[in-house]
Structures are given as C-alpha cells and as structure tokens.
C-alpha cells in the first residue's frame, strides 16, 4: 500500500563519457575541416602582399637604373676592385672591397656599376664651365656594414638560440668583439643583417677620390672615398632604393657587353629580390638560406651615348 503523500523520486539523466568523447571527437574533425582552410587563405594573403611589395621594389629599382643608363657617357671597367691602404686596419693592403656578403677575398665585381652621368649644370647655365662629371655608382652591400670587424658577414633572420647566454636571441651587436667565446668574431652572435642596392652620387676630388688601373696587378685600385665601407660621408646623395624592412638582395649582377678594344655597348642587369614565406625561421643561428619568396628581374640595356 503505496502512500499517497510521498514524493516519487524523478532520476535526471546526462550524457555518458562515450558521448561525451564523440561529441568531442565531431567539434575537432569540424574545427579542423573550417581552420585548414582559413589559415591557408590568410597565408596566400600573407604571401600575395609580400611578392606584390617585391615587384613593386624590382620595377622601381630597374626603371630608374635604366633611365639613367640610357644618358651614361662612360662606364668603368668592371674588374676586381681593390684598396691600396689598410683600411679596415688587419695589416693587409690591396684587399679587394668587399661590401655584398660579408665573403672576404671574393670577387664582388659583378655587384656594383659605375658610370658617368653628363653634367647637366653647364647645360642648365649654357657656361662655358670646367666639366665636372657626376658619377653614379649602384652596389649591392649588407645594411650595416663594420668596417672594424673583419668577419662580419650577413644574416637574414634572427638566430633561435642564445649564444652568449645574456638572454638575448640572435640580437647580439656587430662589433668586432668575440661575444660569446668561440674564438669567432661576429659571425654566430650579429642582428639581422640582410642585403640592400644602394645609389650614390659622386663628384670625385682629385685630391681625395682615386680609382686607377694598375697594370702591375691587372686590378683597379682605389683611395679615399671609393674605399670607405658604407661610401655615405663622400657622397652627394646616398640611398637605399631597396627596402630596409627585411627584403634581401640575394643576388645583383651587372653584366658589362662591349668588344676588345670598343666602348661598353650594353649592360645586362640581373636583380633578385627576396623575403622570407609567412612563419619561415633560421633553421640554425647562422644559417642565412630560409624559405623565402624570390622576384627576378633581367634586362639588356643597349647604350646610346657612350662614345
């Protein structure tokens, strides 16, 4: 006999640990089906707006090289280029000038033209004036050069460890200092330091500037401001025409055409510019090859006024 005032006693029911699991298992499958995909599109973003600023830094470069091309008069001889002082202070005279990949006693030739411009001041004055002649010089170097450290040479990502344990990764100073002990001066502890094409405007001191053939050497030898590792105190103007935002100039090179003995009749431009992919890192601190997006650019430049 059942009471008529009891309460019965209603079980509440909830989900198992198998549905629990299940449901668990769907969200992910649906999460990774919605995410794989976005994240595909925003690194195609990523990488259409890095190769768009890519050409664009080629087209600049290029168009103002061969515009200016087009008026040279004259253009140096592309040989080994070397200083007849000490001035990066290691004893060693004759050195070839090194400025593009940090690589000391390589032949950098192909990285730098050099070429008279016509001087517009006296056509501007209609002067009977002393010709002066304005030299324009394109170079490929690393953005922070230092003339004290020998070894400097060039990095494109910071490092991933901390050589010197200061707690510091890959941001250590190009100095010419053995930071972390190693024996090595600058080459497992420097900042970033990519490749840019710089342009600057000379017009030379014969008290000061020298560029000379010698041909005891068969190399050209230079003095004063040609050697000076950044060339910015003796030019007129200098800038860089790439960006200083991580884009490299992994590789400049100016190919001289002429026959023995006759002028330089064309020049053959060939420009890369790179950055690295979306989330790309330096597999070792100083390893400077990362996965990168390259823009290639190569042009002939037929010369009209030089004579």
């Not at 960006?243 to 330089?264: F, I, W």
């Not at 690295?276 to 430049?301: E, F, H, K, L, Y």
């Amino acid at each position: 006999m059942t009471m008529t005032g009891q309460k019965r006693r209603v079980r509440g029911y909830g989900f198992t640990l198998v549905e629990l699991l299940v449901a668990i298992a769907i969200t992910s499958v649906l999460f990774t089906l919605l995410f794989i995909p976005m994240t595909q599109a925003l690194d195609q973003a990523r990488r259409g707006r890095i190769m768009a600023g890519l050409q664009a830094s080629a087209d600049f470069v290029i168009d103002g090289l061969v515009r200016e091309l087009h008026q040279a008069m004259y253009i140096f001889p592309q040989q080994r280029l070397d200083d007849n002082d000490d001035f990066d202070g290691d004893g060693i005279v004759n050195e070839p000038l090194d400025l593009y990949d940090g690589e000391r006693n390589d032949d950098d030739s192909l990285g730098r033209i050099d070429f008279v411009l016509p001087d517009r001041l006296q056509e501007i004055l209609r002067s009977p004036l002393v010709p002066v002649p304005t030299v324009i010089t394109y170079y490929g170097r690393v953005q922070r050069p230092a003339p004290g450290a020998p070894n400097q040479g060039f990095k494109y990502l910071p490092g991933s460890d901390d050589p010197d344990g200061d707690g510091r990764v890959g941001e250590d100073p190009i100095d010419g200092v053995d930071n972390d002990g190693d024996g090595l001066i600058d080459e497992d502890d420097i900042e970033p330091n990519p490749r840019c094409l710089y342009r600057a405007v000379w017009v030379p001191d014969p008290n000061r500037d020298n560029l000379r053939f010698s041909p005891t050497l068969n190399r050209w030898l230079a003095t004063g401001g040609w050697i000076r590792s950044d060339l910015q105190p003796f030019a007129l103007s200098h800038s860089s025409l790439t960006p200083l935002d991580g884009t490299d100039l992994a590789d400049l090179r100016c190919v001289l055409g002429q026959d023995s003995g006759e002028p330089v009749r064309s020049v053959t431009v060939q420009l890369t510019l790179r950055k690295p992919t979306p989330g790309a890192r330096a597999r070792n601190p100083r390893q400077p090859d990362v996965p990168s997006i390259m823009i290639q650019r190569r042009i002939q430049v037929v010369l009209s006024n030089v004579r």
